[in-house]
């Protein structure tokens, strides 16, 4: 059981590249996150999901795109990289309301630098 | 909009004292609040929660109190150890539908002196 896992761990792009960070869980969670974590300002949710095929906006979503697929999966997405992009995001997840438990479960989070 | 402020953003113990970090929330509606804690380049992780219907929550040395009234809730941790050491964030599960979003607040790095 691997919990919330998150690839890649690093990257660097330069102003204008697209990318895709992916997300994957394998404890059957009905809701995922996507936050960026920035020094001093906590953890910022850019999109969520509330299961398969729906996504909705999160506090700061510019520039940022999302897709639910699969159940196990979120992927985020940037177009076109800007150097504001540069943060730690961090993929959660969580069993959803059904279950009534909102623990949320982090992945180790991917270091992306925009140059 | 909803807004959760935590308080402070720095905290120095010697080993052995306690700690407390305070966390307010706008929402009156928040029903679930948990706190996480991040050690230097890792995740963060589930460290203890507390729903509304519940005035405090204790698990070993650490502790969870809520004050709905005003509003408000505490992390306290009891006879801190070094490894304690680490950014604490605080967090409120939004009214809006059953979405579980959470609000974080900004995070209190503490340091526990040996």
């Known amino acids: 059981n691997a919990g919330v896992t998150q690839t890649p761990k690093f990257r660097v792009l330069k102003t204008g590249q697209s990318m895709t960070l992916l997300c994957a869980q394998d404890m059957n969670h009905e809701y995922m996150y996507w936050y960026r974590q920035d020094p001093g300002m906590g953890l910022r949710l850019i999109h969520y999901s509330v299961g398969e095929g729906t996504t909705a906006k999160g506090e700061v979503p510019d520039g940022y795109n999302v897709s639910r697929l699969k159940k196990q999966n979120f992927l985020l997405g940037l177009e076109s990289a800007a150097p504001s992009q540069t943060s730690v995001y961090f993929c959660a997840s969580s069993q959803g309301r059904s279950q009534s438990r909102y623990e949320q479960y982090f992945g180790p989070g991917t270091r992306l630098t925009v140059t | 909009g909803e807004n959760v402020e935590q308080h402070p953003s720095t905290l120095s113990v010697q080993e052995g004292d306690s700690a407390v970090i305070k966390c307010t929330y706008s929402?009156?509606?928040?029903?679930?609040f948990p706190w996480y804690k991040q050690e230097l380049g890792k995740r963060p992780q589930l460290i203890i929660d507390i729903r509304s219907n519940v005035g405090e929550k204790k698990d070993q040395r650490i502790a969870v109190t809520l004050n709905k009234t005003a509003k408000h809730f505490s992390l306290h941790i009891t006879e801190t150890q070094p490894e304690d050491s680490a950014v604490y964030f605080c967090a409120a599960k939004t009214s809006s539908s059953n979405t579980g979003k959470l609000i974080f607040g900004q995070g209190t790095t503490l340091q526990v002196k040996p």
């Open positions: 929402d009156s509606a928040s029903n679930y």
